[in-house]
Structure formats: structure tokens, C-alpha cells
């Protein structure tokens, strides 16, 4: 499986290989294990550009996974890759996997790019000893990754780094299969609830904008995920395409406490919708996260997205341009600013308290 991370926060050069280790859950979103990670060296200098995590392969397929890997540094941005393998123990050779190292090696050299370096632990944890590929006396043990520069500046941005990526996609399972089969035999069988006789058009989206703030403001009070009715509602409502034009402007500017907010919301919503309804709120966070910089996270949401609704254009645009590590600045016009302005659709703190999300974010919600 592969994961790319566009940096969407201002980013400390890692030029000590053992910070750089350190540094991949916070870069990544998770811990890797048993990992090849491949960071690309946008020009000019040494900032990370596209970031590309894979399981490592069997021998066998170690040329494949590097000609199916390598090719993505193939442009005008990226001028080299630092390839980082996660696993396996070391013997009196050196460390492990030098095959593979050596096909990225070639592979590189076949595109025109440059290894940095080529590093291998075999976890990511504080103490565990690190070596590279080409130099034996390029070695050392890895620092607390908790206690790294860029992990101070991920957690003040409100970034979340889980211990595995099965635990990050365990936050996209649905919250209640039963409540998700109730709810998918709810859209099938009722007619849509926000339209009506004599109902127009205008009167159908201020429905879906009230249902919408609704929802904001029921996260903000704690209340929970919706209940079927509601979450029947919200299905319809973010199906209109001046709906989804709003929810993907409130991705923008991202780092804001709004931001943060609306990613909590939309995750919930994934959780709480069956498909191909859910596709929506999986856009929305999808979007979200990949402004905010969380690759990872981004790149599960767009594809939960397109497994819901495999037709979703957008979705499968989204998807396309993280695959091949899209500078996020590029996509900000997929957001209608003017949109989430005419329509109101950020609901205003409630009286007397402080505004929601303007501490630092804990977690995504899981319940």
C-alpha cells in the first residue's frame, strides 16, 4: 500500500539522517513498519516534496516495486529521493534488504534523480540502531521521535500520529454497521427529505445549509453522531453541488480552528453515512486533511471515497493529484470561497463561549 504526504505545514530540513528516521511518524501520520518510505528532495535545496510509503516486498518483486515507485520523482520538482526501509535485522554484511537498495539505486540512475541517502532501521523507536547503505561508518541509534523538531511543529499544528496505519484507518470503519444498513434502506425507500410540495430550489438549499450548521453545531455541544433521521437529511444534503462547493471552502485557509473542526465533522459523517452517500463527507475530509498536510489521513478519505462512489469525479481527481504529490497550494481553487460566504455556512460560536477548536486538536472523534 502506498501513502504520499504532501507537507502542507512549514517543515524543518532534515538533513541528520537519524532526525529524518525519527521524524517519519510525524511526516507520515503513523509509525511505519516493515516500510520502504521514499522522500522526495524538491529543487532547489533539500525540502520534502512527495513522500511514498510501501510494504516491503518479497525479493522477488523488489525490482517491480522500485520501477513502480521511482517514476513518480520523475519531474521537473524533485531533483533526488532519500529511500528509508523499515524492518528486518542486521548481520556481519550490514543491514538488510540490500537488494532492494540497490534496485532503487538503479532505478534512480535510470531517471536521472540522485540517492541522498539510503537509510535503514529496523523500527522507529527511541535507541533503535540506524546505518546506511552505502557508508559503515554512517550509523548511530535514533533519538525519542517524540522529542524531534518536527514533531513539536506537527503537534502545535494540530497534526495527530497513530501508532500503526491499521489504527488510522480504523477511525474511517463505521461507528454502527446496523445504524449504516438502517440508514442505506432509509435513502433507498424515502423520498428526499429536505424537498416538498411547493418547495423551489432556493428553499431546498437553505434546508440542507440549516441541516448542515445543525450538525456543526451538535459537535460543538457534544451531543454525538446524528440519528437516522438526521443522518438521512444530511445525505441529501451535501449531495448539491452548491453544498459541496461550501464544504470544500471551509478546508481553506487551512490551520485554522475551523478547519480542524469541519475535518471532525466530516470524519464523523463518514462513519455515520452509507455509500454511496458517504462518498461526500469522505470528499470533504479528504480535501481537508490534504490542505492541512495530513497525507495520510487524506489519502484514505479519497479512497473511501471512491470505493463508495467509484463515478465521483471529484473524488477521483482528488485522488489522482494526491497519487502523484500535488503541492496542495495547486488545488485551492477547487474551494468557492464566495460560495460558504453567500450561503452562511459557518455557524457562529454560541453565546458565551469560547470559540470551539482554538486549543490543539486531541484525536479524531471515534464515537
Given at each position: ?177 446496523e445504524a449504516i444498513a438502517r440508514r442505506a434502506a432509509l435513502l433507498e425507500s424515502a423520498p ?42 444530511l445525505a441529501h444534503a451535501l449531495m448539491l453541488t452548491p453544498i459541496r462547493d461550501a464544504c ?120
Amino acid at each position: 500500500m502506498t501513502t504520499s504526504t504532501p507537507p502542507g505545514i512549514s517543515r524543518a530540513t532534515l538533513s541528520n539522517p537519524a532526525d529524518l528516521i525519527a521524524s517519519l511518524p510525524y511526516l507520515l501520520g503513523f509509525r511505519p513498519e516493515e516500510s520502504l518510505v521514499l522522500l522526495g528532495h524538491r529543487v532547489p535545496g533539500t525540502t520534502i516534496g512527495l513522500m511514498l510509503r510501501a510494504d516491503l516486498p518479497p525479493r522477488e518483486l523488489q525490482a517491480q516495486q522500485a520501477e513502480a515507485l521511482i517514476p513518480r520523482f520523475d519531474d521537473p520538482e524533485h531533483n533526488g529521493v532519500t529511500a528509508v526501509i523499515v524492518g528486518g535485522s542486521a548481520d556481519e554484511h550490514g543491514p538488510p534488504h540490500r537488494t532492494l537498495a540497490a534496485e532503487l539505486e538503479r532505478c534512480l540512475a535510470r531517471h536521472n534523480l540522485r540517492l541522498f541517502h539510503g537509510l535503514w532501521t529496523p523500527e522507529v523507536e527511541r535507541g533503535a540502531p540506524w546505518s546506511c547503505y552505502r557508508d559503515p561508518d554512517c550509523c548511530g541509534v535514533l533519538p525519542d521521535p517524540r522529542e524531534t523538531v518536527l514533531a513539536a511543529a506537527t503537534t502545535e499544528a494540530g497534526f495527530v500520529v497513530f501508532r500503526s496505519r491499521e489504527e488510522l484507518a480504523a477511525v474511517l470503519e463505521p461507528r454502527s454497521p446496523e445504524a449504516i444498513a438502517r440508514r442505506a434502506a432509509l435513502l433507498e425507500s424515502a423520498p428526499e427529505p429536505l424537498c416538498g410540495p411547493g418547495r423551489s430550489a432556493s428553499d431546498v438549499l437553505d434546508a440542507a445549509v440549516t441541516e448542515l450548521r445543525a450538525a456543526f453545531l451538535r459537535h460543538r455541544r457534544g451531543e454525538g453522531p446524528p440519528d437516522d433521521d438526521q443522518a438521512v437529511r444530511l445525505a441529501h444534503a451535501l449531495m448539491l453541488t452548491p453544498i459541496r462547493d461550501a464544504c470544500l471552502a471551509l478546508a481553506v485557509p487551512p490551520h485554522t480552528s475551523l478547519t480542524r473542526e469541519a475535518e471532525e465533522v466530516w470524519l464523523t459523517l463518514v462513519r455515520e453515512l452509507p455509500p454511496p452517500h458517504r462518498a461526500e463527507a469522505a470528499l470533504y475530509l479528504g480535501y481537508t486533511a490534504l490542505m492541512r498536510g495530513e497525507g495520510a489521513l487524506a489519502g484514505m478519505a479519497l479512497a473511501n471515497a471512491v470505493e463508495a462512489d467509484p463515478e465521483h469525479l471529484v473524488a477521483q481527481l482528488l485522488q489522482t493529484a494526491w497519487n502523484i504529490g500535488t503541492d496542495p497550494v495547486k488545488l485551492t481553487g477547487l474551494a468557492d470561497l464566495s460560495t460558504a460566504a453567500d450561503l452562511g455556512l459557518s455557524p457562529p460560536p454560541e453565546p458565551g463561549k469560547e470559540e470551539p477548536g482554538a486549543g490543539r486538536r486531541s484525536g479524531p472523534p471515534r464515537g
